[in-house]
């Protein structure tokens, strides 16, 4: 939350496009003078003080699909273009519905829903999934897991996971620390993308604990790709 306070920590990492979580609305993000200001913004929410945002900060603009469906929230489609490149960017600030207590009900069904977006050579979806293998139930249709392998079948595949070899579920690094605790660690935030953009991966980190955690619970994932 408060992104308006600690968009100039992110900034330091040259950020072309932000993916922000719990972020405020347009009308009340306030930069602190001197902050530089995003290019595009675009932000979907019910609450002003909590929806999700994504901001540009180089020549990328950014719309919204027309095949958005509000009842996967947040799980938004959205277009991203400049002059070179435009993609499929899915933001995720998935929710728990009302009827369920899995977290991945409503990645999972949006999954199915925008198949046909899904097929585009260039996709990217990121942002918190709030979900992991390690909670997979046994029967559950919406597992963690079978969001991973559905999401592999169309060539989308987590960047940190090929980066940095490793497996869901068995992540050496957190991108969430539960209440700010250290010996609390999981990794819920992620950065699927088509091999258009694996092929071009140059970086995958997490931000640390030390760093972060003064401003949220959470960690920054930061992924770079070449042009």
């Known amino acids: 939350m408060s992104f308006r306070k600690k968009a100039e920590f992110i900034l330091n990492e040259n950020p072309d ?23 595009d913004i675009f932000w979907y929410g019910d609450n002003p003080n909590k929806g999700i945002g994504v901001y540009s900060y180089s020549d990328f603009k950014i719309s919204i699909s027309n095949l958005h469906n509000p009842e996967f929230r947040y799980v938004i489609p959205l277009f991203i273009k400049n002059n070179d490149i435009e993609f499929v960017l899915i933001a995720i600030w998935c929710q728990k519905p009302k009827s369920s207590d899995n977290y991945g009900t409503h990645t999972w069904n949006a999954i199915k829903y925008y198949s046909e977006l899904l097929n585009n050579e260039k996709v990217i979806i990121a942002g918190d999934f709030n979900s992991s293998s390690i909670w997979d139930k046994k029967n559950r249709e919406a597992n963690h897991s ?19 070899n490793e497996e869901q579920g068995k ?7 539960m209440h700010r605790k250290k ?17 071009r991966l140059k970086n995958v980190c ?16 930061i992924c770079e790709f070449d042009n």
Do not use: Q
């Open 171 to 177: 992540e050496s690094c957190a991108t969430l620390f």
């Open 146 to 164: 079978n969001i991973v392998g559905e999401l592999k079948g169309k060539g989308i595949e987590s960047v940190y996971h090929i980066f940095h």
């Open 183 to 199: 010996e609390r660690p999981y990794h819920i935030d992620f950065c699927f993308a088509s091999n258009y953009f694996i092929n």
């Open 206 to 221: 997490i931000g640390d604990y030390e760093t972060w955690t003064k401003l949220s619970d959470h960690k920054p994932v």
């Open 17 to 39: 496009i932000i993916i922000v979580p719990e972020s405020e609305s347009p009308e009340k993000l306030r930069f602190t003078k001197g902050i530089t200001l995003p290019h």
